[in-house]
Every structure is written in C-alpha cells, then in structure tokens.
C-alpha cells in the first residue's frame, strides 16, 4: 500500500521562502506530483519528479530523494496568491492503470 | 480548449438518496478519474475510466459506480447515500499515453455534494 506524509498547515511570510516536505512508502516507484489546490478550486498541476535531483520552474522548485522516499517544494519569493494547500501524490500500478495516492495536503498561510 | 467541467457545482440530498455527478473531460483527454475530498483531507481515488472501460477502483463499496461515454464525458453514481459520502467530487481527465502511462491530471472545479 502507499502512505504519505505531509505537515498539516505551515505560515511564512510575503517574500520569503518556504519548504514543504513530503515522505512517501510505496511498492514500486512511478515519480511524484505536487498539486496546488486554493480553497473551494480545483487542483492544479505544479510538477513531476521521476529521478531523484531538483527541478526548477519559476519560483517553484520541486526534489526528489528516491532512496530516502522524499521530496519538497520548495517555493520563494512568496506572494500573498500563495496561501493555498499543496497536495503531494505518487501513483502506483495496479492492474494495469496507476491509482494515485494524495497525501491529506499542506495548508500554507503567507502573511504580509 | 475546455478543460474539465463537472455539474451540478452543488447538491443537497438525504440519506439512502441516490446521485449522479457528470464530468466533461477536456479535450483531446480519453482517461477521466473520480475523486472524493473530505474537508482537510486530500483527495481520496474513487475510479478511473479509460476509453469506456473501468481502468482501476480505490478502495469504495460498490454503491460508488460509474459510467464513461463515447465522447469521453462520464457519470458518477451514488447509491443508498450515507452522511459521511458528503464531500467534494473531483473529476480529472489525463491526455492520451496508454493505459500504463503515468500522467498529469487536469481537475473539474468539482461538485460539493452535502448529505442530510
């Protein structure tokens, strides 16, 4: 089965930088999504990691430890937009499909 | 291009009601996953249609059924509701790869389903 872990809600400030971290036990690897998700919207993709390292787009970063089953996001410059929950999931085979398994989320709140 | 649509964006019903929830996929997307999400909770996989078929099931009771239509729309049904079945629906469609692609979901705005 899969499990992930993830803190429950963060604070940072407007400018600043913050990093979420994400632990996952899974049988059988297939990468690792992060999603954003403002209250009462939907999901929206952010990244996939697949090999272990980190990869950048714009003010959001995203790293993977395959042997140590982590990986955060690492977001800077914050903005006020920010404040949101990000949802790390990591799909698993089965029966010839991937079912994703999310993690309950991270409620960020930036501050001013 | 359109993306995901889902109706209704709300709904009240009581217990031992049935629903059915519907979802557009976005263009071009053959592959539509169902989603609950419980406040505070992160989305929790209900089932996933590829081309028609059920391509994979999380772990629900069978009263959580669903259909995918020739266009690549489809339905989620709810038999005999229970008060904990209240939550938010998500529906996500994925693009074209095979069954045994690992892809990026683009998500509905859902529909907030509330069980009296």
């Known amino acids: 089965g899969q499990n992930i872990d993830q803190p429950t809600e963060m604070t940072a400030t407007e400018g600043a930088i913050v990093q979420i971290n994400c632990t996952y036990q899974t049988s059988g690897f297939n990468g690792l999504f992060w999603y954003q998700q403002h209250a009462g919207e939907a999901p929206t993709f952010l990244s996939y990691?697949?090999?272990?390292g980190l990869e950048e787009k714009g003010r959001f970063s995203s790293f993977l430890s395959r042997s140590k089953g982590y990986s955060y996001l690492l977001l800077k410059e914050l903005q006020m937009k920010d404040s949101a929950s990000y949802l790390c999931a990591v799909p698993s085979a089965s029966g010839g499909s991937y079912i994703p398994t999310f993690g309950r989320g991270t409620s960020l709140i930036v501050h001013p | 291009e359109t993306g995901v649509t889902q109706s209704p964006t709300h709904l009240i019903k009581t217990r031992g009601q049935q629903v059915t929830l519907r979802c557009s996929s976005q263009s071009g997307h053959n592959t539509v996953s169902w989603y609950q999400q419980a406040l505070g909770q992160g989305p929790q996989f209900i089932f996933q249609y590829y081309r028609e078929e059920e391509n994979g099931r999380g772990n629900f009771p069978p009263r959580f059924s669903g259909l995918q239509f020739p266009n690549y729309s489809s339905e989620l049904n709810v038999n005999a509701l229970e008060l904990d079945d209240s939550a938010l629906y998500l529906c996500?469609?994925?693009?074209?790869?095979?069954?045994?692609?690992?892809?990026?979901?683009?998500f509905g705005p859902g529909t907030r389903l509330t069980v009296l």
């Open positions: 990691n697949v090999l272990d």
């Open positions: 996500a469609s994925s693009p074209p790869g095979g069954r045994e692609t690992v892809n990026e979901q683009f």
